[in-house]
């Protein structure tokens, strides 16, 4: 699974370990949240429950890939990845 991960976006590397920014903070919404990047000022939608749970989960797993691999199936694995590609280019996700 984790050689379709990688395909699945040729920008963005599976293989590195991400977290949540420490800069951004999180506010539930019924819809999933909004993150608030506290230095840029700005302001993203995560759009579903199980994308924030992906996220929040990105710190206790050693790749991306292995966050996605364990994250619920009701999306696409390669939607996950375009989502974390946004989130880590918003500022919302770096490296640990």
């Known amino acids: 699974m984790r050689g379709v991960l990688i ?3 040729a920008s963005f590397e599976t293989d590195r370990a991400l977290r949540l920014s420490p800069q951004v903070g999180l506010r539930p919404e ?3 949240a909004l993150a608030y990047h506290f230095d840029s000022r700005r ?3 995560l759009k579903s429950q199980e994308l924030v749970e992906l996220v929040q989960a990105l710190s206790r797993h050693r790749t991306a890939a292995d966050a996605v691999s364990a ?3 009701t999306h696409s694995p390669a ?3 375009a989502a974390l ?3 880590e280019e918003a500022g919302v996700i770096c490296e640990q």
Request: proline residues 11%; charged residues 0%; hydrophobic residues 55%.
């Open 43 to 45: 302001l993203v939608f």
């Open 7 to 9: 395909a699945a976006t």
């Open 71 to 73: 994250a619920p199936s």
């Open 85 to 87: 590609a946004s989130l």
């Open 79 to 81: 939607s996950y990845i």
């Open 30 to 32: 019924p819809f999933g």
